[in-house]
């Protein structure tokens, strides 16, 4: 059974910096592109960032480049999201998902999701 889960979120004031981890299980990650996307309160899930399967490429949604840096330790079955400079508009649910091989900012095309972590930037 695949389980995606998420943590490191919490309460930070702007400009300050979280760290959010994904812990991968039932999966071998080292074969899987995954991806960070958040969803706000009566919005839509957005693209945050996305990583291939080797780690060798990533991407980030415009909102988020020069803050925000995605990686991966596959040998730990684990991605992160280092979040730097956070401002009040970064606040949502943030969930990591995986899908095979190639990496897309496309949520549809994710199959595996974790349940989320809050993210709050205070003003």
């Known amino acids: 059974q695949v389980q995606l889960v998420e943590s490191g979120g919490g309460l930070v004031q702007a400009g300050g910096s979280l760290r959010l981890s994904c812990a991968a299980s039932g999966l071998t990650l080292s074969t899987y592109a995954m991806g960070w996307f958040r969803q706000a309160p009566g919005k839509e899930r957005e693209f945050v960032a996305a990583?291939?399967?080797?780690?060798?490429?990533?991407y980030y949604a415009d909102s988020v480049k020069g803050r925000f840096t995605i990686s991966r330790a596959n040998a730990k079955n684990t991605m992160y999201l280092q979040m730097n400079s956070l401002r009040p508009e970064d606040t949502a649910v943030y969930y990591c998902?995986?899908?095979?091989?190639?990496?897309?900012?496309?949520?549809?095309?994710?199959?595996?999701w974790g349940q989320g972590t809050q993210v709050t930037v205070s003003s």
């Open positions: 990583i291939s399967w080797s780690g060798g490429s990533t």
């Open positions: 998902a995986a899908r095979p091989w190639t990496a897309t900012i496309q949520h549809t095309e994710y199959g595996y």
